[in-house]
């Protein structure tokens, strides 16, 4: 089951910050926070992952808060590439090994 | 991160036929996935694919309908079998390494339709 909640549609401007946020108020103490996107008529990419601390790499920055039931994922500087499906997901780092995707968020940028 | 290749890419098949969808890896993964997305939907995992013995199917999944084989840390097929219009959907596979905090690769897919 999914254990996350997000919003099922953003739009943002381009150039502008898209700011995607995710509840996962059951996160379990050994669970990660994973981000992917799917492009129309591609497979699901990463983009990036955290624990407890915010976590920023070439494609975007995740903001997790401290008692760690929701974070946000930014992308600095949104193109219209970045316009996908954008998927949070909570992975134990033992036991299953398994990704469960719940229903993600449709960010729409807008030129 | 490992490179995969996920073929058909697309097919068109008669209902009450079967279609095998092969995925290979560039590189030995420990884990290895099949999803499917059908139309408009998410993602819902289908089996995890064990090599050496067999898969795991998640509820709702059989392996009769979906025979998975592994017969080594490249190499994975998922059979659709007696297909119907109903399992017109995206197949996908995917692969990871055990335990830790590392991310998963997808596979581009098969786009599957049945008439």
């Known amino acids: 089951d999914a254990k996350t909640t997000q919003p099922t549609s953003m739009d943002c401007a381009e150039g502008r910050a898209a700011n995607l946020p995710c509840n996962h108020s059951t996160i379990s103490g050994n669970e990660y926070v994973y981000w992917y996107r799917q492009i129309h008529s591609q497979g699901p990419q990463y983009i990036i992952h955290g624990l407890k601390n915010n976590e920023t790499n070439e494609m975007a920055s995740l903001i997790i808060t401290e008692d760690r039931k929701s974070s946000t994922l930014i992308l600095p500087h949104a193109t219209l590439r970045d316009t996908a499906v954008y998927y949070c997901?909570?992975?134990?780092?033992?036991?299953?090994?398994?990704?469960?995707f719940g229903t993600g968020t449709r960010l729409t940028v807008i030129p | 991160s490992a490179v995969i290749s996920q073929k058909p890419s697309r097919d068109i098949c008669q209902r009450g036929t079967s279609l095998t969808i092969q995925c290979q890896v560039d590189s030995q993964v420990t884990m290895m996935f099949w999803y499917r997305q059908q139309p408009g939907q998410s993602l819902t995992l289908i089996a995890t694919?064990?090599?050496?013995?067999?898969?795991?199917?998640e509820s709702g999944f059989v392996i009769d309908k979906f025979p998975i084989s592994r017969p080594n840390l490249t190499f994975s097929t998922l059979t659709v079998s007696n297909m119907s219009p109903e399992d017109s959907s995206i197949y996908l596979c995917?692969?990871?390494?055990?335990?830790?905090?590392?991310?998963?690769?997808f596979g581009s897919g098969t786009r599957l339709t049945v008439v």
């Open positions: 995917s692969v990871g390494l055990t335990g830790g905090s590392y991310g998963y690769t």
């Open positions: 997901i909570v992975r134990a780092t033992t036991g299953a090994n398994n990704l469960f």
């Open positions: 694919a064990n090599q050496g013995s067999e898969a795991t199917y």
